[in-house]
Every structure is written in C-alpha cells, then in structure tokens.
T-cell receptor, first 113, second 112 residues
Framework: QQKVQQSPESLSVPEGGMASLNCTSSDRNFQYFWWYRQHSGEGPKALMSIFSDGDKKEGRFTAHLNKASLHVSLHIRDSQPSDSALYFCAASEPRGSNAKLTFGKGTKLSVKS | ETAVFQTPNYHVTQVGNEVSFNCKQTLGHDTMYWYKQDSKKLLKIMFSYNNKQLIVNETVPRRFSPQSSDKAHLNLRIKSVEPEDSAVYLC???????????FGSGTRLTVL
C-alpha cells in the first residue's frame, strides 16, 4: 500500500494561473512533509518543507498542512512555463534512526503559455 | 548550485556485467542515500548511510552493494546486472535523518 498518495496524477494550467496539488498520508507516524520538484533530466529539488499545521508561504508557493487529516497541499500562484515539472510529496517520521523520506508517485504539472 | 555529484551520467551494459556508480557530496552532510527511479518515475530508497551505519531496504536484491570511503562519498556497485535494473539511480545527502534531501542529477543505467 502506498503510504503517500498524490493527486491529481497530471495537471494542466494556463500561464499565470493557480496550480493546486494534493497529498495524503496513510501513516499517522508521518509528521514531516516536503514538496520536491523534478525537471526532466535532473534530480528532484526540495521546494519547501512543512512540519506545523497551517500555511507556509515562500514566494509564489504556498503549502498547507492539516495534521489531523494528514493532508498537505501545494499551491502555485502565477504559474510559469518553467514550473512545468514533476512534483513529489514526501513524508517522514520525526527525527530518529528510522526517519527516512517516503515519496508519493508524483504529479506532472504542465503550464501552457 | 550542484553540490551532489554523480558519475557517469549514462551507462549502457549487457546482462550479467558488473557496474559501479560514483557519488560525492560537498555539503558536509553526515547522511547519504541511493534512490532508484524507475520508468514510471517512482522513487524508492535503496540504502542510507550515516556514521558508518548502513541501513538497507529489505527489497533490494543482494547484487546491489553500497561502498563508502568517507562521509562525503557513497558509491554503488551492481554485480551481474539484470534487465529490471534499468533505471535512473539518484544519490542524495542530508544533514541528518528527517532532513531535506539534496539530490544529484542521476545516473541512467540501461541493461541490454
């Protein structure tokens, strides 16, 4: 069973639009969440982490975490063609020897100009 | 700015051969990892290495073995490759467990 589930599998938004990506964990031990972005031919790169309930904003990117429902979302405002990439949600237990990141299957975002 | 370096970028080989991939990080991190990314882009952890302690994902076949000379280097050796080993192998590092991972650009392995 996939412990980190992402939706949608793919998403297309117009340039300047808002992209919304979702992620849900089925493991209540997962308390820390990250969003990673991977452009074609490159390794994934961390966009932001979120460990507390509520919103976290970094530039055009806003993450929202609801620990009660183990749901985290990523919203990209004013989407640009350069935002076209594969977006991964990753989750982890709090720090400890067993704390390793588990990745979802990814959401492919296409921003059309 | 790339701080996790992987070589080679690509490797094509025949079934049964042995291959080795190199990874070096210049971030001063204590923990390094190998991930496998398959053709569907799924990311699966293979190994993590922290303070000379190796943690192996139990689903990894025994023909895979990590090799570390110091905390800045973690190489991957595959003895007798199989067609299902064709994938992108990604090296990553972090300052500790449950910390942000920094990935290299990957080594794409094709097994004919």
């Amino acid at each position: 069973q996939q412990k980190v589930q992402q939706s949608p599998e793919s998403l297309s938004v117009p340039e300047g639009g808002m992209a919304s990506l979702n992620c849900t964990s089925s493991d209540r031990n997962f308390q820390y969440f990250w969003w990673y972005r991977q452009h074609s031919g490159e390794g994934p790169k961390a966009l932001m982490s979120i460990f507390s309930d509520g919103d976290k904003k970094e530039g055009r990117f806003t993450a929202h975490l609801n620990k009660a429902s183990l749901h985290v979302s990523l919203h990209i405002r004013d989407s640009q063609p350069s935002d076209s990439a594969l977006y991964f949600c990753a989750a982890s237990e709090p720090r400890g020897s067993n704390a390793k990141l588990t990745f979802g299957k990814g959401t492919k975002l296409s921003v059309k100009s | 700015e790339t701080a996790v370096f992987q070589t080679p970028n690509y490797h094509v080989t025949q079934v049964g051969n042995e291959v080795s991939f190199n990874c070096k990080q210049t971030l001063g991190h204590d923990t390094m990892y190998w991930y496998k990314q398959d053709s569907k882009k799924l990311l699966k952890i293979m190994f993590s290495y922290n303070n000379k302690q190796l943690i192996v994902n139990e689903t990894v076949p025994r023909r895979f073995s990590p090799q570390s000379s110091d905390k800045a280097h973690l190489n991957l050796r595959i003895k007798s490759v199989e067609p299902e080993d064709s994938a992108v192998y990604l090296c990553a590092s972090s300052s500790g467990t449950a910390e942000t991972l920094y990935f290299g650009s990957g080594t794409r392995l094709t097994v004919l």
